[in-house]
């Protein structure tokens, strides 16, 4: 069976085709922004134009925009193939590329969140997350997070400012998603924001 994956929930963009546990095809890039417009033609070039029976897409924590670009296009070539559609989170797949390279130890992860907050998720060494997903300012990040080991786009500053331990900046990558804990993955596809939304309803009755 093939299985496409999907991460656009941060600055990269990613996906990849596997054929079982076999890597077929992937492509990863750190766009900043524009991943609306290079997701598509991005798995459009995989083989078969990515086409699977399989689909798993990154939920976040991460940019709002990016997590529902990512969830609308798993749902919509799920739809178009008759495709089985799942979630994973972010920076589940961002311990999974750490456990490649440091197979073994506890770790955390830390990226960048919203207004100067980071997103950090501590995770055992077989990939199991240690309580959930957080959206921390930084001096607060860096007083809860005690794996010695961190990865992620904002690791060498959440280092920098505990003074102790070891950084891996990256950025998630959709070719190791099958690393991910299969109790990580989840069938209800819905986003994982990591925050609350900067826009709230108005009160009832309040002024008009």
């Known amino acids: 069976m093939r299985t496409l994956a999907i991460e656009c929930a ?3 963009c990613s996906v990849a085709l596997f054929a079982g546990d076999d890597l077929l095809a992937h492509d990863h890039r750190v766009l900043g922004r524009g991943h609306a417009e290079r997701l598509v033609p991005m798995i459009a070039d995989l083989p078969d134009r990515g086409k699977a029976a399989r689909i798993l897409v990154s939920l976040g924590p991460g940019s709002f925009t990016g997590v529902r ?8 070539l799920g739809y178009a193939w008759g495709a089985d559609v ?8 961002i311990a999974a590329v750490m456990r490649a390279d440091r197979p073994g130890q506890p770790l955390a992860v830390c990226t960048t969140g919203g207004h100067g907050e980071w997103f950090v998720q501590q995770f055992a060494a077989d990939g199991t997350g240690l309580g959930d997903a957080r959206s921390l300012p930084p001096q607060q990040a ?3 997070i005690d794996a010695p080991l961190v990865g992620g786009t904002q690791a ?14 990256l ?3 959709a070719r190791y ?3 991910i804990p299969a109790a990580a993955l989840l069938a209800d596809v819905r986003p994982v924001y990591g925050r609350a939304p900067d826009a709230r309803p108005a009160a009832a009755g309040g002024a008009k």
């Open 69 to 76: 670009i990512g969830i609308a296009t798993a749902r919509a």
């Open 10 to 12: 941060t600055e990269a």
């Open 177 to 179: 998603v099958r690393d």
């Open 86 to 93: 799942a979630g994973y989170p972010t920076l589940a797949l």
């Open 156 to 169: 060498q500053a959440l280092v920098a400012l505990r003074g102790t331990g070891d950084a891996i900046p």
């Open 142 to 144: 860096a007083e809860a």
């Open 171 to 173: 950025h998630p990558d």
